[in-house]
């Protein structure tokens, strides 16, 4: 379980984490940037349902997810 303020996410739940998000979908407008989180769980629209974090609870979620998971780069080979 990850605690943020008064709100507990079940941390199998979650389907990815986008850690430099923006607030809004739309690319044009200027929006925050924050730390995004997708869970598995899906909307009417079959969308990922997500919870968006700005401030210090963006960068304790960057700290927490930075320090528990490792950075992989995937190359891919043409043979």
């Known amino acids: 379980m990850l605690k943020i303020g008064n709100l507990v ?4 739940a ?4 986008d850690l430099e ?3 809004s979908y ?8 924050g ?3 997708y869970l598995k769980a899906t ?8 919870l968006f974090f700005v401030g210090e609870k963006a960068e304790y979620l960057r700290k927490y997810f930075q ?12 043979n």
């Open 14 to 17: 979650i389907a990815y984490v």
């Open 35 to 37: 730390v995004r989180i």
């Open 43 to 50: 909307d009417e629209q079959g969308n990922l349902t997500s």
């Open 67 to 78: 320090s528990v998971a490792f950075d992989c780069e995937c190359i891919s080979q043409s």
């Open 9 to 12: 996410i079940n941390l199998s």
């Open 26 to 33: 739309i690319t044009k407008q200027e929006s925050a940037s």
């Open 21 to 23: 998000a923006k607030r």
